[in-house]
DNA sequence: AAAACGTGGGT
DNA sequence: TACCCAAGTTT
C-alpha cells in the first residue's frame, strides 16, 4: 500500500509554473475564450488528438464563432463541418444542445456545472474543462493526459477494477482552488508534451522529484482485445456531370445522419438505377473504431439525374454543394475523384 | 457495464 | 505492417 503524497499544492504550483513557461498558449481554442468555445473544442477533442482538430476547429469557429450565429443551423450543417472529423455523434449532440440552450436558457451558454452536465455530450471532464477554462471555477477534469500524469505520480494500480473512481478522487484532490486556468491547462500540456505515453521526459518535468513513477520506462498497455468483425459492404454511387445521388444514412450502427451511395449490402437486386451510359467499380477497405469494413463501390455515369422510386430519404447533390453535407472520410475521398 | 462510436498520428 | 491510442460519453 503506497500512501498519497501529502500535499496537493506542491504539485498543482509545479503544473501551474510550468504551464506559465511551457504552456502551448498558441493553440486556437485559448484565445478570446467563451463558454461556447471551449465547449466546442473540447467536444472536438474528444479522443480526439490535437493536431487532428486545429482544422476543424478553425474552420468549425469561421463558421459559427458564437452561439447566436450557430442557433439556426441544422443538423446537416453541423454533421458538414464535421465531416471527416469522426464519432459523428458528437456533432449531433451539439446540435441538440443548441436548440436545448435556445429554449431553455434564452440562448445564453450555461455557467453551472450541473447545466452544463445535463446537455447531451457533456459529461463531467468536458463540465469540468468548461468550467475551469471559461469560468475559472475549480473543477477537476480527467481526460486522458491528466490520467496518465497522475495515475504515474501515484503510481496507480490501472488494472484495478475501480480505477475510474480513484483517479477521479486523486484528481479532485490535486486540482487546485486558484490559478484553476493555468493549472488546467497546464495539466494537459504536460501530458502532451512531457509526461508522453511511450517514453516521458522526466528529465523536463517539473513534477520529477515527488513523482512515483519518474524516470520509470513503460511497456506498452497489452490489453486483451477481441477480435474485430469485419463487413462486407456494396455501394452503388450514381452521378452525372452535374450532380451526386446520396442518402442519408438511417441505422445506429455508424455514420448516422451521413450522407452515402445507395447501400446494396444484401445484393438486393434493386431497379431504381436505370443503365448508366458508363459504368466502373473500386474497392477499398476502411477501418472504424470496432468493423473493418471492405467497401465495394460501383460507380454508374448518367448522362443526367433521374427520378428514384424509394421511401429512402435521398437527393441529387450539386457537385459544387457537396461540403454542405455531411459526408464519411472514404465516401468524401472517392466522390472526390469525380467532382 | 462492456461495447459502441471514426479517423489519423506515431512508432 | 500493425498496433496503440487520442482533451470521453452514452447506453
Known amino acids: ?40 473544442s473540447e467536444i472536438m477533442l474528444q479522443q480526439t488528438q490535437v493536431k487532428t482538430v486545429i482544422p476543424f476547429y478553425k474552420k468549425f469557429i469561421k463558421k459559427y464563432p458564437n452561439l447566436e450565429s450557430i442557433s439556426s443551423a441544422t443538423e446537416d450543417d453541423i454533421l458538414a463541418l464535421w465531416s471527416g472529423l469522426g464519432f459523428y455523434r458528437r456533432a449531433k449532440n451539439i446540435y441538440k444542445s443548441k436548440e436545448i440552450i435556445k429554449k431553455e436558457y434564452k440562448n445564453r451558454f450555461p455557467r453551472k456545472f450541473n447545466e452544463l452536465m445535463l ?18 471555477k475549480s473543477y477537476p477534469i480527467l481526460d486522458a493526459n491528466v490520467k496518465r500524469v497522475i495515475s504515474r505520480y501515484e503510481k496507480i494500480d490501472m488494472s484495478d477494477k475501480d ?9 479532485e484532490f490535486l486540482t487546485p482552488i486558484n490559478n484553476i486556468f493555468e493549472y488546467t491547462q497546464g495539466i494537459m500540456d504536460l501530458g502532451a ?38 463487413k462486407k459492404i456494396y455501394f452503388t454511387l450514381a452521378h452525372s456531370k452535374k450532380s451526386f445521388l446520396l442518402f442519408k444514412k438511417n441505422d445506429k ?16 437486386k434493386s431497379n431504381i438505377f436505370k443503365e448508366p451510359y458508363k459504368s466502373e467499380v473500386k474497392n477499398l477497405n476502411h477501418a472504424l473504431s470496432h468493423v473493418d ?46 467532382v
Not at 163 to 171: D, F, I, N, P, R
Request: charged share 25%; glycine share 4%.
Open 163 to 171: 480505477v475510474m473512481k480513484k483517479l477521479w478522487m486523486l484528481s
Open 293 to 338: 469494413l471492405d467497401i465495394t463501390i460501383e460507380i454508374f455515369d448518367y448522362k443526367k439525374p433521374f427520378k428514384i422510386e424509394t421511401n429512402l430519404e435521398h437527393q441529387w447533390i450539386n457537385k459544387n454543394q457537396i461540403d454542405k453535407f455531411g459526408l464519411p472520410k472514404p465516401i468524401k475521398s472517392i466522390i472526390e475523384n469525380y
Open 193 to 230: 508534451t512531457v509526461c508522453i505515453s511511450r517514453s516521458p521526459n522526466c528529465i523536463q518535468c517539473p513534477l520529477n522529484q515527488s513523482c512515483k513513477s519518474a524516470y520509470e520506462t513503460f511497456d506498452i498497455n497489452k490489453k486483451i482485445k477481441k477480435e474485430k468483425s469485419k
Open 119 to 136: 446537455l447531451p455530450g457533456i459529461g463531467r471532464s468536458t463540465a469540468g474543462a468548461i468550467m475551469s477554462i471559461a469560468y475559472k
Open 253 to 268: 450502427t455508424f455514420w448516422e445522419s451521413l450522407w452515402i451511395p445507395y447501400d446494396n449490402q444484401n445484393l438486393k
Open 1 to 40: 500500500m503506497n500512501s498519497i503524497n501529502k500535499n496537493s499544492q506542491e504539485f498543482s504550483e509545479g503544473v501551474t509554473n510550468w504551464y506559465l513557461l511551457n504552456g502551448r498558449e498558441s493553440l486556437p481554442w485559448r484565445r478570446n475564450v467563451s463558454g461556447y468555445k471551449v465547449w466546442i
